[in-house]
């Protein structure tokens, strides 16, 4: 939950405001332990980055742009974590979720960072739910065919609602 997805420019997420009081009363809900986590540009943009920058030269932010500040409030306790990738599973999450634990996931895109984080962390043996109304994709044809396709990997993934979360 970046600017860079909400501000409008080449990668806004038409839904990203609607979603944001679903993710804040699942913080409220689900208290402490929420980690944050954000996309950054690799200043580098080797090998495919490189393609992919050139597609999206408007996004060609430096690292330390306010375009990859969160923008929900983020606890001081909360850990924040940074990579220039899609996904966001990697040695640093795979040590916050041990080996057969539930990972929820929401936020934006629902297309590219949560369906990459959620195919890594499934890969590693994680249990995954993404709550389809705290998630947010490029349109919303691309938001059904991602939760359709996240759908075939149950029991590994579920995708719930944030009621259906909220009353388990």
């Known amino acids: 939950m970046q600017r860079a997805f909400r501000d409008e420019g080449q990668w806004q997420v038409p839904r990203y405001r609607?979603?944001?009081?679903?993710?804040?009363?699942?913080?409220?809900?689900?208290?402490?332990?929420?980690?944050?986590?954000?996309?950054?540009r690799d200043e580098a943009e080797t090998g495919a980055w490189a393609a992919y920058y050139r597609r999206w030269d408007g996004m060609r932010f430096p690292s330390?742009?306010?375009a990859?500040?969160?923008?929900?409030?983020?606890?001081?306790?909360?850990?924040?974590l940074d990579a220039p990738t899609f996904s966001k599973w990697g040695p640093d999450l795979a040590a916050l979720v041990p080996e057969g634990a539930e990972m929820v996931l929401v936020g934006v895109a629902t297309d590219c960072c949560v369906l990459s984080t959620a195919l890594g962390a499934v890969d590693?043996?994680?249990f995954v739910t993404v709550v389809s109304d705290?998630?947010?994709?490029?349109?919303?044809?691309?938001?059904?065919?991602?939760?359709?396709?996240?759908?075939?990997?149950?029991?590994?993934?579920?995708?719930?609602?944030?009621?259906?979360?909220l009353a388990r």
């Open 124 to 126: 590693a043996g994680r």
């Open 18 to 40: 609607e979603i944001v009081p679903v993710i804040s009363q699942l913080q409220q809900a689900l208290g402490s332990g929420s980690v944050f986590t954000r996309f950054i």
């Open 134 to 165: 705290a998630c947010a994709a490029v349109s919303d044809e691309a938001q059904q065919q991602t939760l359709a396709l996240l759908k075939l990997l149950s029991p590994m993934c579920e995708v719930v609602t944030s009621e259906e979360l």
């Open 68 to 80: 990859w500040d969160i923008t929900l409030d983020v606890p001081g306790e909360a850990i924040v």
């Open 64 to 66: 330390g742009s306010e």
